[in-house]
């Protein structure tokens, strides 16, 4: 099933391969994108990756969470995306930019020297206390993603992906772990899906019904049973809800993710040198994909073939995303489609996260 076509979100896509969004460091500093940009995605797209989803994007300057992130908060973006996305149609690939802020996660500088979040909940990755947004500010980030899909649909893009994972803005409102609020943006599954709904629907104002709105969401925030915040943090059964709300709202496809940065270890995780250790959101993922009708894309520690097959034979998942596989394997496809290798080599080191652009740095024999 992996190399046969399927139509996700009215993309024809050549297969069931997804780049899942990376942050590849090859930005400029106000986040203006790079010709190394394109070259990455047009060797992605040159070796039959069917979706390429980029790097996380961000939708006003306050919300860069860190260097050399490319950036979508103004038009002078386009431009230079549009040359991108026109490197990448050359081929069969669909790019759907990923667009985010970066919320209690922000970078902290002079001028943004105090993130915000929905609530005043303290970081305990980074020990930094964000302040709760007024409604004021809620709405305008509403209107600053919706201004950054709209930008990427002038830039060429296929679709966006809202970034509702890993504990960035909209991540931390779907928590209630981070989202503690009792007006419309919190309280009930409801209200703390309420400002990813709004933004889907304006988002379908502005670029019509026919332009896709992906979300790649947490499953869970990753804090293991015992511990006094797992109590509170999101859940599977709280996720199928939101996944639900999501559809109804117009969202054409769900990537499944997990983990917040203070979890530790969940969202990337090393050592992924057995069959049994992929794919570890697969039981949240079917779960999903049980609950809505939409298509459901799977992360996580992906690695080979018939690992591949069995998710999509046995309901786990529409597609599979991979991350750090393409960065070391940019043509594991065809390598795959000719039989050469049955897994990727990719040993989860972690060490292709390099500031100076992503690359793989592992030193294999």
Known sequence: MIFDPITVCNLELQNRFVRSATHEFLAEEDGTPTSRLGDLYEELAKNEVGLIITGYSYVLPGGQSDIY??????????????????????????????????????????????????????????????REMTEQEILEVIEAFTKAAVRAKKAGFDGVQLHCAHGFLLSSFISPYTNRRTDLWGGSIENQARIVTEIARRIKEETGDSFPILVKMNVTDGFQPCCSKAKLGLDIFQAIEIAKLLEKSGICAIEVSGGISEAGGVTIRTAINTPAKEAYFKDCSKAIKSAVNIP???????????????????????????????????????????????KARCVSCNLCFDPEGISCNFQFE
């Open 296 to 342: 459901v894309i799977l992360v996580g520690g992906i690695r080979s073939l018939q690992v591949i097959n069995d998710l999509l034979e046995n309901g786990f998942a529409d597609l599979v995303s991979m991350s750090r596989v393409f960065i070391s394997e940019p043509d594991i496809v065809l390598k795959f489609k000719s039989g050469k290798v049955k």
């Open 69 to 130: 992130q490319q950036g979508i908060y103004d038009d002078r973006f386009i431009e230079p995306y549009l040359k991108i996305t026109e490197r990448v149609h050359r081929y069969r690939s669909k790019i759907v930019l990923q667009i985010v802020h970066g919320g209690r996660q922000a970078s902290v500088s002079d001028k943004y020297p105090v993130p915000m979040a929905p609530s005043k909940v303290k970081d305990g990755h980074s020990a930094v206390m964000p």
